[in-house]
Every structure is written in structure tokens, then in C-alpha cells.
């Protein structure tokens, strides 16, 4: 069981592999987190002597039991998004913890690092890296990618000719450990 302060109170998430004996001791070891609002998070199957033990647990030290949850999603945290109005120069570089969003273009030699998305309102030339954290659910949108490496999450790919592509806005995302570029839309 793992325990941690939430907005309002505490909340604890119990595991898969907890017993009731495991969640007895961390309770009355920690008895005076209880004494608040407590909500309980738990894994996809849980037994309910867990959710007893946790809710008398609670009461003795006097505090109440708000809810009960399922597990919610793990998301990575996300930074501050960061937004330029104008075009990147080139040997400007730009990063973020969240999100890059630059409306305007990103000329060659300008790099742009995030630990999300890159979105571009212009043509990317620069080199992109979304996902630089690790994220490999990023991506790079932009109105056209001529850029000469892209990067996402460890993935990397080098520009190829000019084979066609469209001319109208492009994503590239990770799809099976590659950095797949297609156009936008249907």
C-alpha cells in the first residue's frame, strides 16, 4: 500500500500483492495520516477485507473515508506548455518540460526540445525532439516537416529525399519503436 497527500486529504493506493496483515501494519504505522479525509485507490482486484480493515482504520483514528476509486491511469507529469509567437531563427534553441508550440516557422539550424509535443503553425526546418523525457506517446504536427532529424522519445530519423510528400499539414509519431511521418487528416 502506498499512501499520498491529495487535495483535501490523503489517498491510498493499494496493490495487487497487498494482504490484509501488510495493510493492518501500515495503518497502524501511520495512523495519523488517517486522521483527515482519506480516499482509497484500488488495483483491479481487490479484497474487500482490505477496504473493511482500511475504513475502521480510518474511523478509530478519526477521520472518514471519502471514496473508493479504480486505478486511473498513469500519465507522465506534464510541464508548462511554452508558446512563441514568431519564427525560430536559426542557432535559436528552444526547450520545454511540457509542450513547444511556435506560430511561425522553424528555420535550419534551430532546434526545439520538449519533453511532450512539438506543434509548429509554420514549416519545420530546425531539428525537433518531442519526447525528449522518454515520452514515446509525443509528437511533432507542423503545416509541412522539411526538417533534417526529427527525434521522439530514443527514435530517430534522418530526412530522405522530398518523394512526394504532401504539402498540407504532417504528424510524426512512434508506431513500433519507429518514427512514422504522415499527413494530417483522413
Known amino acids: ?7 483535501g486529504g490523503i489517498l491510498l493506493t493499494l496493490a ?5 496483515d501488510t495493510v493492518q501494519a501500515a495503518l497502524a504505522e501511520h495512523r495519523s495520516i488517517l486522521t483527515g479525509t482519506v480516499s482509497v485507490e484500488v488495483a483491479a482486484r481487490v479484497e474487500l477485507e482490505l477496504l473493511d480493515a482500511i475504513r475502521e482504520a480510518t474511523e478509530a483514528a478519526g477521520g472518514r473515508l471519502a ?9 507522465q507529469p506534464r510541464g508548462e506548455t511554452v508558446i512563441l509567437s514568431r519564427t525560430v531563427r536559426s542557432g ?3 526547450e520545454s518540460a ?4 511556435i ?4 528555420n535550419a539550424g534551430a532546434e526545439i526540445l520538449a519533453n511532450d ?10 531539428l525537433a525532439h518531442a519526447g ?9 504536427w507542423a503545416q509541412r516537416i522539411r526538417s533534417p532529424q526529427l527525434r521522439i522519445g530514443p527514435a530517430l530519423a534522418q530526412a530522405g529525399g522530398d518523394d512526394g510528400r504532401t504539402h498540407g499539414p504532417e504528424v510524426a509519431h512512434l508506431e513500433e519503436g519507429q518514427i512514422v511521418l504522415r499527413p494530417w487528416g483522413p
Open 1 to 7: 500500500m502506498k499512501a499520498r497527500g491529495i487535495r
Open 16 to 20: 495487487p500483492d497487498d494482504t490484509l
Open 67 to 75: 471514496d473508493v476509486r479504480p486505478p486511473q491511469a498513469r500519465e
Open 92 to 94: 535559436a534553441r528552444v
Open 98 to 101: 511540457g509542450s513547444v508550440v
Open 103 to 106: 506560430l511561425g516557422d522553424v
Open 117 to 126: 509535443d512539438i506543434i509548429v503553425i509554420g514549416t519545420l526546418r530546425g
Open 132 to 140: 525528449a523525457g522518454g515520452n514515446d506517446k509525443a509528437l511533432i
